[in-house]
């Protein structure tokens, strides 16, 4: 199970808030929403009874329900809860230093390997030129659709980039990918690195 801290005044704060919902307010889940990407948040809700939980765990020894999404569980790591009483009412943080962070392991999904060549084999090379490509979603015979973005949108260059960058690394690296499409709408070259 991740290690995730709520601190005492957390945990208390939290508590006191779910007694004020109503009887349908079960308890409170986090989650990472684009989890190992940068545009990855570290998120908190409440959970109520008629939520689908089927892919939460129910992370024990707290004084209310905590339920942490299992697709998280990785980037939650090492994450802490906190809250700071002020004069206007008080702050309640959650810091995940590894919710951006691009992980990849044998059994991961598809998402979190793609995300992780995008991010740490891919983005870099792009970066020299303005550029990026991002995962937008995953069809189901397992086709990433991709868009690019800063100096890769509109560029004369792209088919190359997407043919012989990225789709090939892609492809080699992670076997089970079938295709890869870019959605760039390229017509807008404001930006591009080559025009």
Do not use: W
């Amino acid at each position: 199970m991740s290690e995730i801290e709520i601190t005492k005044s957390a945990s208390s704060y939290l508590k006191e808030l779910l007694e004020k919902q109503d009887e349908n307010t079960v308890g409170i889940k986090i989650f990472v929403t684009h989890p190992g990407t940068p545009r990855a948040e570290t998120c908190i809700a409440y959970t109520k009874d008629i939520d689908d939980l089927s892919k939460f765990v129910l992370k024990e020894n707290q004084n209310f329900n905590l339920y942490l999404e299992e697709g998280s569980l990785n980037f939650l790591e090492d994450a802490k809860v906190d809250y700071s009483p002020d004069k206007f009412g008080g702050n309640l943080t959650i810091k995940a230093p590894n919710a951006k962070l691009p992980l990849f392991s044998d059994d991961g999904s598809l998402e979190e390997k793609i995300n992780y060549f995008l991010y740490s084999e891919i983005n870099p090379g792009l970066e020299a030129h303005g550029g990026e490509v991002m995962l937008v979603e995953i069809l189901e015979d397992n086709t990433a659709v991709l868009q690019f973005g800063g100096g890769c949108q509109g560029c004369g260059m792209v088919d190359l980039t997407l043919k012989d960058g990225v789709e090939k690394t892609l492809m080699e690296k992670i076997p089970e990918l079938t295709k890869v499409l870019d959605i760039t709408d390229h017509s807008n070259r404001e930006n591009a690195y080559y025009k």
